[in-house]
T-cell receptor, first 114, second 112 residues
Framework: DTEVTQTPKHLVMGMTNKKSLKCEQH?????MYWYKQKAKKPPELMFV???????INESVPSRFSPECPNSSLLNLHLHALQPEDSALYLC?????????????FGPGTRLTVL | AQSVTQLDSQVPVFEEAPVELRCNYS??????LFWYVQYPNQGLQLLLK??????LVESINGFEAEFNKSQTSFHLRKPSVHISDTAEYFC??????????FGQGTTLQVKP
């Protein structure tokens, strides 16, 4: 089973709202990732968690706040977003996060900020 | 620094025709290469990967890619495409840091 699940599938929020995106995997992977993807562009890495510790933060604005409650779950907390933050947010996981690891992606959450 | 170049932004092709999506990479270290496919309004799905061993790798739906070290290429091919292959295709290289470096993507448009 190489499934990564993400909820919600779609999210519309105002600039003053607080919302969260959720990602889950049950493959026993120890690395999890958040990506942002704009239309017709490749995914851009935002954060990497390795063994439940934040290992990479690609200089993402503080209005995005990741959380890894356990090895199977990854959240992305959103607050005071801007319209330009509207995008597809993809979660991925991989066995170890290094070496010849393969990343498996979820279906994404389509976020619209009004 | 490692990088990936996908030479064609769009590839239109008729159904049942062969197709090649080109990918070149730059890297001074061992490379691990991937092709991902993204169907409309979906996430990325792993299509195939080269980690080591045989330079020709195949997917379950008829795609294949060949790792060519001398030409630093990892082109994706299919001998006969279907309408359902219409999608965005991303080539990626695994950086020594563990990050995936993506190309800009190629839109494959299969016409009836």
């Amino acid at each position: 089973d190489t499934e990564v699940t993400q909820t919600p599938k779609h999210l519309v929020m105002g600039m003053t709202n607080k919302k969260s995106l959720k990602c889950e995997q049950h493959m026993g992977h120890r690395a999890m990732y958040w990506y942002k993807q704009k239309a017709k562009k490749p995914p851009e890495l935002m954060f990497v968690y390795s063994y439940e510790k934040l290992s990479i933060n690609e200089s993402v604005p503080s209005r995005f706040s990741p959380e890894c409650p356990n090895s199977s779950l990854l959240n992305l907390h959103l607050h005071a977003l801007q319209p330009e933050d509207s995008a597809l947010y993809l979660c991925a996981s991989s066995p170890e996060g290094q070496g010849i690891d393969t990343q498996y992606f979820g279906p994404g959450t389509r976020l619209t900020v009004l | 620094a490692q990088s990936v170049t996908q030479l064609d932004s769009q590839v239109p092709v008729f159904e049942e025709a062969p197709v090649e999506l080109r990918c070149n990479y730059s890297s001074s270290v061992s490379v691990y290469l991937f092709w991902y496919v993204q169907y409309p309004n979906q996430g990325l799905q792993l299509l195939l990967k080269y980690l080591s061993g045989s330079t020709l790798v195949e997917s379950i739906n008829g795609f294949e890619a060949e790792f060519n070290k001398s030409q630093t290429s990892f082109h994706l091919r299919k001998p006969s495409v279907h309408i359902s292959d219409t999608a965005e295709y991303f080539c990626a290289v695994k950086a020594y840091t563990g990050k995936l470096i993506f190309g800009q993507g190629t839109t494959l448009q299969v016409k009836p």
